[in-house]
């Protein structure tokens, strides 16, 4: 149990498909981030909430669509993805963006295939 | 544009023998995170340095960080097969709106009886 749970744990879709991410942290944290890890590449950073406001879109795609409806909770929407866009979706939490100590604590992922 | 360079990206070694890896970073930072992943698990959180000379050890891990070289190494000693997984740095960066981490790619290693 690490603290931020992330569901599904695998998912396939077309390219055509809806599908959302979801993410849970119960550590009492106020920021929260999804990465995309891909094989041979360093994690990206996608987006970044703190206390539930917007504070990094790293260039992703409007294909990636994040919602954060409080501090506890983010999804990641999914529409029109691409082949390219498969690989493991990692939520993280933080105590909060602007706390420059606490390191980043990470839920087991969402690895998405896309066909 | 912050960049963290790891290296070697594979490591395979004998268990008993000593290792360092490399972490190189593009700018000013004095915030400087370890992580381990094990296949299909997530990343757990190994050191946090705070500073220029800061030393931390946990077990046979041993981190430590050179603001000034913009440089951290993670120092395996006698290494075990239990210490098989894939290690990243990651390196911290704030501004007025919050702060992120940007990783390097990651160093897989593999510890062989």
């Known amino acids: 149990e690490t603290g931020v749970t992330q569901t599904p744990r695998h998912l396939v879709m077309g390219m055509t498909n809806k599908k959302s991410l979801k993410c849970e942290q119960h550590l009492g944290h106020n920021a929260m981030y999804w990465y995309k890890q891909s094989a041979k590449k360093p994690l990206e950073l996608m987006f970044v909430?703190?206390?539930?406001?917007?504070?990094e879109n790293n260039s992703v795609p409007s294909r990636f669509s994040p919602e954060c409806p409080n501090s506890s909770h983010l999804f990641l929407h999914l529409h029109t993805l691409q082949p390219e866009d498969s690989a493991l979706y990692l939520c993280?939490?933080?105590?909060?963006?602007?706390?420059?100590?606490?390191?980043?604590?990470f839920g087991n992922g969402t690895r998405l295939t896309v066909t | 544009e912050l960049k963290v360079e790891q290296n070697p990206l594979f490591l395979s070694m004998q268990e008993g023998k000593n290792y360092t890896i490399y972490c190189n970073y593009s700018t000013t930072s004095d915030r400087l995170y370890w992580y381990r992943q094990d296949p299909g698990k997530s990343l757990e959180s190994l050191f946090v340095?705070?500073?220029?000379?800061a030393v931390k050890q946990e077990g046979r891990l041993m981190a430590s960080l050179d603001t000034k070289a913009r440089l951290s190494t993670l120092h395996i000693t006698a290494a075990v097969h239990d210490l098989s997984a894939t290690y990243f740095c990651?390196?911290?960066?704030?501004?007025?709106?919050?702060?992120?981490?940007?990783f390097g790619q990651g160093t897989e290693l593999s510890v062989k009886p």
């Open positions: 993280a939490s933080s105590s909060s963006a602007l706390a420059r100590i606490s390191p980043l604590h």
């Open positions: 909430y703190n206390f539930k406001e917007q504070t």
């Open positions: 990651a390196v911290g960066t704030w501004d007025n709106q919050g702060g992120k981490l940007i």
């Open positions: 340095l705070l500073s220029n000379g």
